[in-house]
């Protein structure tokens, strides 16, 4: 069985060649209204331009998400990663209840329990909310970071570079390089300026 990834957050690779584009697919889920996750955008661009594919959706969208994901993973598309940032932290762990995975959060706005396909978690949380370990887990150790520096707060932690990079070595690790030479998607306006 493939590993899956969900995710909130990560960065800093190396690539295959550019005629070459990784497998899996990456899936960002934007908090409240789609409004305040802008930082979303900016990692969905670095991932692309590294030839991974990486599509945004609203956090309202998981179930469905979910439905289509687990059909690539029968399919050998794999291995799925989730983000989400704040609501879409929260929609991240509802998806992967419906499938095989890895999760990462970012800012969850509500403590989570990691449910019992799940084999790892890592919350980046600037509050209170943690993500328990649930019954029946297979989570070792659920690692909750805190990211307390002044800049970062739960408007912002999907925008920090630091964690795009931590991320993307996670993604890195499980999916395997990108490209080489950096693509851009036809049309697409170009990401919010990321925080430090």
């Not at 960002?28 to 990486?54: N, W």
Request: charged content about 15%.
């Amino acid at each position: 069985m493939r590993r899956s990834l969900l995710f909130a957050f990560a960065f800093g690779l190396s690539a295959l060649p550019s005629n070459v584009q990784a497998s899996g697919h990456i899936y960002l889920l934007r908090g409240l209204a789609g409004i305040f996750s802008t930082g979303l955008d900016v990692i969905d661009e670095k991932l692309v331009q590294r030839g991974y594919t990486a599509t945004i959706h609203g956090h309202l969208d998981y179930e469905a998400l979910a439905t289509e994901a687990a059909r690539l993973q029968k399919r050998g598309k794999g291995p799925i990663i989730i983000m989400g940032h704040s609501l879409g932290a929260d929609a991240a762990i509802f998806m992967a209840e419906k499938m095989k995975t890895l999760v990462v959060t970012f800012g969850p706005t509500i403590n989570l329990t990691a449910p019992s396909n799940v084999s790892r978690v890592i919350n980046y949380y600037t509050g209170n909310t943690l993500v328990a370990k649930g019954p029946g887990s297979r989570v070792r150790f659920p690692t909750s970071i805190s990211t307390r520096p002044p800049d970062i707060n739960h408007l912002n932690v999907e925008k920090s570079n630091r964690l795009h990079a931590s991320v993307v070595s996670k993604i890195q690790t499980i999916i395997g390089h990108g490209r080489t030479s950096p693509i851009t998607r036809q049309g697409r306006a170009s990401p919010a300026a990321a925080v430090q």
